[in-house]
Every structure is written in structure tokens, then in C-alpha cells.
């Protein structure tokens, strides 16, 4: 189990860090428009590179009283308004399905809320032979593993790779391990794979929580960027089984259930730090008492401009639209080497370049291109599932660049590997 005073450790960037150490970079020789000739092009970052709307800036400084308060934990009534049209839009759900009372938090952007989602689920001190587990994909976000091993938890890294479709079977467990279970993190679309899960297996896996008592983190970060076809959520499969005791009463349908959004990506606004969570009042309760110790909270000029964010569509369909002309870019200049297929949500490649970690050396140094190795993103050996790591063949490539710059960048790593 990873100590929580050195949670740094297997932070991918760091990593990344230490791999490049002393290692010049190569001149890209990729010559396209606001890039200075020959500067390295940064990959590794998944980091939108576009602007979010210019009313954001505007928006700000409308609400600029709001800078001489104490951000309120809880937001304003026009924020959480928004949030709940724009899912309630997005997702087709039920009028009055979320009290924004009891069931809804902003938070400053989704990595806060599912780190604090671990220590609101997992007992400080658990019982004599207690032994928590929390449950994540491998590869993963790492601030899932951070989180496990801030709340003192096992973390149990589930294999989320080509046979699995991508997406971890945590129905797949041993009961002796669903047992002692009290989170699990659930991705999709999916960082770094962009697997989508479909709502059947949305359905399975809150079924499972259910009936083992556990929580379950549904990260849905990249919902409004996809290939085709809009991601189905967390929130459409509660709606379709239910109630939590079946019936098709909506009283309890977000039992065991946290589901985290945010504008970073829909939005372009990594920097604004605003997002929210919807779920289990109890849940979100205890995440609230965490917040309101350990969160600095969401400027009320931040929450002005987000809530205008939420309120507005073209923007965002506009963004989608970069990323979709990026994977077709990817898909002409790749064709199927290196396993490349299209993913269906998400902005990042998962390429299978035999040895991640020597591709990323290479590219680095002959073309000051930085990517990241996959087996950065996972645990292999005795943190992972008792095998290799499964990243050890992938680099995860970031296409948040315009096309020309993303068509350069990948007709460059073609060549260099
Ligand atoms: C899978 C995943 N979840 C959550 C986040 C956190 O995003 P934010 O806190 O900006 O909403 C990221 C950011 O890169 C991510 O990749």
C-alpha cells in the first residue's frame, strides 16, 4: 500500500519527469502556424489548448463583488439550477429526480470531489480485521490511487485493457473482495482508452453496489467529448432501474451512486477549477463536511462564469468539433499501426508502441515530442494485478492541438517509430 506521505511517487508527471531528467530535446521540425520553429510540443498534458468562450472573462468581472466573500460551500441556487438543466438536457432524466438540497455540491473542478469521495466512503478507523478496499481501472487517473491510499484503503487494480473492452469488470471479483469494498472508481468515457461504457454495464455495476453496500464514483469528466455517439450516464442507468429497492419509485434512484462533471474539458477551462457532483445524500453530506475543512471552495465569480458555461451548448459542440477533426486526422495518418482505433469518447491516443517507455525516449529526443509512457498510468507487479504492467506497450498521446499541429506531431512520431 502506498504511504500517504509520499503519494508523489507514482504520480505519472513526476515519472515522466525523471525519465526526461537531463535528456535534450529534439527539434520538432514541425512547422505549422503559433508554433516557434522547432519548440517541443507537449503531448503528455491532457490540457485543452483552446480558449474557453470569451464571456467567461466577462461574466468574471460582472460578479467581481463576489471576490471579498468566503466562496459558500454549497454554491448558489443559479449554479446548482444550471448544472441541473444542462443534465437533465443532456441525459434525458426526470424532473425533479436530483433535490439540490440534499443530492448536489460544486466543487472546483471534478479532482477534488473524487478525492474526497475515498475519505468520505472509507471508515477512519476501521473495525479489528477490517481491511477496505477501493476498486479502480488500471491504467488510471492517479488521483484515484492518491485517494485510496490517503483514506488508508487497499487499492485494487482491476485490469481495464484490450480484453476487457477497455473498462475494469469489477463484477468480476471475488465476493471476499466486493465484500470489504467501499468504493470504486468508474471512468468513461475512459482516461486514457476512451472506451465507453454502455448502459447495461452502468446498470450491472450499480446493481453489484448495491447489493455489496458500496459506492461507487462514477468520473464522467469526458462526457461531452466523443467520436459519435453522446456517452450514456451514471444518472440514465439509475433513472432505468429504478429506485434503489426496485419498483420504479425515484425515492433512493442515486443510492451508491457519486456522479462527478466538470467544464474543465467540455468547457476548455481546466484553470476556472468548477465542476460539481450529483449522488447519494449521504454521500454527498459527509463530502460536504470534508469540503468544508479541506476545500478552499469556488469563488463566486467562478461559479458566475460556470454557470453561464452549463447554460451554454454551442461552445461546447464546438469543442467536440476540434476533437472529432483531431481523431480524423489520427485515423488518416495512422491508419491501423500501432493498434490505433478510433475511441469513442475522450481526447487522448492509446498507442501500443511495443515499449512505451523507449518510444517516449525517442520521440523526446529526436523530435522534442513528450508523450507519456503508459505504464505510468498503472500499477504492474504486486500494486497491480499480480502480472506485468499492463502499460508497459502504450503511450498516451493528448490530441488537445489544433488538427494541423496534431497532423504534424503524428506524421513526425510515424516516422521517428
Ligand atoms: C479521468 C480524469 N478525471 C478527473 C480529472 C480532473 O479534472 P478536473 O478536476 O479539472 O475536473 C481529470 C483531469 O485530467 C481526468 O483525466
Not at 73 to 89: E, K
Not at 257 to 285: E, I, N
Request: one cysteine or more.
Amino acid at each position: 500500500m502506498t504511504d500517504r506521505r509520499d503519494l508523489q511517487t507514482f504520480h505519472p508527471f513526476a515519472r515522466l519527469n525523471g525519465l526526461l531528467d537531463g535528456v535534450p530535446a529534439g527539434r520538432s521540425a514541425i512547422d505549422v502556424p503559433g508554433l516557434a520553429p522547432g519548440a517541443p510540443i507537449l503531448l503528455s498534458v491532457g490540457e485543452p489548448q483552446n480558449q474557453p468562450p470569451a464571456f467567461v472573462a466577462e461574466e468574471v468581472a460582472r460578479a467581481a463583488a463576489g471576490w471579498s466573500r468566503y466562496p459558500p460551500p454549497r454554491g448558489t441556487d443559479a449554479y446548482a439550477d444550471a448544472c441541473l438543466a444542462w443534465l437533465t438536457r443532456r441525459y434525458g432524466l426526470p424532473t425533479g429526480l436530483i433535490d439540490p438540497q440534499r443530492m448536489f455540491l460544486p466543487l472546483a473542478g471534478t479532482r477534488e470531489g473524487l478525492f474526497f469521495a475515498a475519505l468520505a466512503t472509507t471508515p477512519a478507523t476501521p473495525g479489528p480485521g477490517e481491511k477496505p478496499a477501493i476498486l479502480l481501472p488500471n491504467p488510471f487517473y492517479h488521483v484515484y490511487a492518491g485517494a485510496a491510499a490517503a483514506a488508508g484503503a487497499e487499492a485494487i487494480h482491476v485490469p481495464a485493457t484490450r480484453e476487457t473492452g477497455f473498462l475494469p469488470d469489477y463484477g468480476a471479483l471475488p465476493p471476499e473482495i466486493l465484500a470489504r469494498t467501499t468504493l470504486c472508481y468508474y471512468c468513461s468515457p475512459a482516461n486514457p482508452q476512451g472506451a465507453v461504457a454502455d448502459l447495461a454495464q452502468l446498470q450491472d455495476l450499480i446493481v453489484l453496489a448495491r447489493r455489496y453496500g458500496f459506492t461507487i464514483a462514477f468520473d464522467e469528466c469526458y462526457a461531452e467529448i466523443y467520436t459519435e455517439t453522446p456517452p450514456p450516464g451514471a444518472l440514465e442507468a439509475a433513472v432505468a432501474l429504478g429506485g434503489a429497492l426496485g419498483g420504479g419509485a425515484l425515492d433512493g434512484a442515486l443510492d451508491n451512486m457519486l456522479v462527478f462533471h466538470s467544464l474543465s474539458k467540455r468547457s476548455s477551462a481546466p484553470g476556472l477549477r468548477c465542476g460539481f457532483v450529483v449522488g447519494d445524500p449521504r454521500q454527498v453530506r459527509a463530502i460536504e463536511g470534508l469540503l468544508r475543512v479541506g476545500s478552499a471552495g469556488v469563488p463566486l465569480p467562478v461559479i458566475a462564469a460556470g454557470t453561464r458555461l452549463w447554460q451554454e451548448e454551442s461552445h461546447a459542440t464546438a469543442n467536440r468539433a476540434r476533437y472529432q477533426a483531431n481523431f480524423a486526422v489520427a485515423e488518416r495518418v495512422l491508419g491501423n499501426r500501432f493498434g490505433f482505433r478510433k475511441p469513442a469518447g475522450g481526447f487522448f491516443l492509446w498507442l501500443d508502441v511495443g515499449d512505451g517507455e523507449s518510444a517516449t525516449l525517442a520521440l523526446w529526443r529526436e523530435a522534442g515530442i513528450k508523450v507519456l509512457p503508459g505504464a505510468y498510468m498503472c500499477a504492474g507487479g504486486t500494486g497491480g494485478t499480480g502480472g506485468d504492467n499492463p502499460g508497459t506497450p502504450y503511450v498516451r498521446i493528448a490530441l488537445v492541438y489544433d488538427a494541423a499541429l496534431t497532423e504534424a506531431a503524428l506524421a513526425r512520431l510515424g516516422e521517428i517509430l
